[in-house]
């Protein structure tokens, strides 16, 4: 898949090795500003918890929005233990917001969360540029 533009705002490309592709600004944004909406088909969370896709966003102990169609582009956003957007949830809807002001060029992250960050990212370790960059500094 090569490099994509959506909407002039959003630039889906390879992210940091080993962590598939993510969601880059092609504009600057500016801090507080509405990213985009993490969409996909409301499945009970019952139901989720048996599929083994990672594009699962718990609402809550009812419902999770399934986000595996390549149509939500919020899928692309990876996480980060310094990250520089924030989820919200409205009404049942999942609204991601920038924390910061983000530069052209730099990737949207969120914080996964705990549970995911548990059963997921620590077993093969955190490869966001925050614990990257920890891991390559020497003590003296």
């Not at 896709?53 to 899928?75: K, M, P, Q, V």
């Amino acid at each position: 898949m090569r490099n994509r533009v959506i909407n002039g705002r959003f630039i889906v490309r390879q992210s940091r090795p080993s962590m598939g592709r993510g969601l880059f600004a092609a504009i600057p944004i500016r801090k507080g500003d509405f990213l985009l909406e993490y969409t996909g088909r409301r499945i009970p969370t019952s139901y989720a918890d048996t599929l083994k896709t990672r594009y699962l966003f718990e609402l809550d102990e009812e419902w999770t929005i399934d986000g595996s169609r390549r149509t939500n582009i919020a899928r692309y956003v990876n996480h980060s233990c310094a990250p520089n957007c924030e989820v919200q949830l409205r009404d049942g809807k999942i609204l991601i917001f920038a924390t910061r002001n983000i530069r052209q060029g730099e990737e949207f992250t969120f914080d996964y969360g705990d549970e995911y960050f548990e059963e997921f990212i620590r077993p093969s370790g955190c490869k966001c540029s925050f614990c990257s960059r920890s891991r390559d500094i020497v003590p003296a």
